[in-house]
């Protein structure tokens, strides 16, 4: 049972929009930025979004990240084949003083 | 060109010790937060621990508190992470992450993983 809760999984179709949920708590994601990281198969996570909403450089805009309270969301626009991934949100936990993620929410773009 | 490069995973008996090492370069290492983060056969990611920039200040995950010890040699570039009594539940490609802003799980570096396999 994860800390952060995220869909296990959502789907679209190419060219379309997405977004994926990440619900924490008070001593965690609404006292903390988040990240999210996009995870290829086979292959180590990749960062996509810091500090909420940051995108760090060669990552286009086509991902978006915001926070409001306790939640936060990921956005992609213009689907691609090539975002079929996994994706997990990230941030730290004041109460546990430890580190924690979402249990990931698997893209499919139909 | 930042790289971290993970090693000393393998094939190892329960009950067992095993260290992890994470080779830094291509930045300057004693700067940075790092990470350990693992993940078992098709699960998600699991934070295991992390380390302050002078590897006194260490913090870790519950699930594997009194177990694992983490450390790092500033002068050889190099992250540890040290699983003793080993469990057939710590099986998972462990990767070390760097730090790049201290603050919201923001891993800018990540290494390929280190394998390990805990069976008899």
């Known amino acids: 049972q994860s800390v952060l809760t995220q869909p296990p999984s959502v789907s679209a179709a190419p060219g379309q929009k997405v977004t994926i949920s990440c619900s924490g708590s008070?001593?965690?994601?609404?006292?903390?930025?988040v990240s999210w990281y996009q995870q290829l198969p086979g292959t180590a996570p990749k960062v996509l979004i810091y500090e909420n909403t940051e995108r760090p450089s060669g990552i286009p805009d086509r991902f978006s990240g915001s926070k409001s309270g306790t939640s936060a969301t990921l956005g992609i626009t213009g689907l691609q084949t090539g975002d079929e991934a996994t994706y997990y949100c990230?941030?730290?936990?004041?109460?546990?003083?430890?580190?924690?993620f979402g249990g990931g929410t698997t893209l499919t773009v139909l | 060109q930042e790289q971290l490069v993970e090693s000393g995973g393998g094939v190892v008996q329960p009950g067992r010790s095993l260290r992890l090492s994470c080779a830094a370069s291509?930045?300057?290492?004693?700067?940075?937060?790092m990470h350990w983060v693992r993940q078992a056969p098709g699960k998600g990611l699991e934070w295991v621990a992390s380390?302050?920039?002078?590897?006194?200040?260490?913090w870790y995950a519950e699930s594997v508190k009194g177990r694992l010890t983490i450390s790092r040699d500033n002068a050889k570039n190099t992250l540890y992470l040290e699983v003793n009594s080993l469990r057939s539940e710590d099986t998972a490609v462990y990767y070390c992450?760097?730090?790049?802003?201290?603050?919201?799980?923001?891993?800018?570096?990540w290494g390929r993983g280190t394998t390990v396999i805990v069976s008899s």
């Open positions: 008070s001593s965690n994601i609404e006292k903390n930025y």
């Open positions: 990230g941030t730290w936990d004041n109460t546990l003083r430890a580190g924690v």
């Open positions: 291509g930045f300057p290492f004693s700067s940075y937060v």
């Open positions: 380390i302050l920039y002078d590897g006194e200040n260490k």
């Open positions: 992450a760097k730090e790049a802003i201290r603050g919201g799980l923001y891993m800018d570096v």
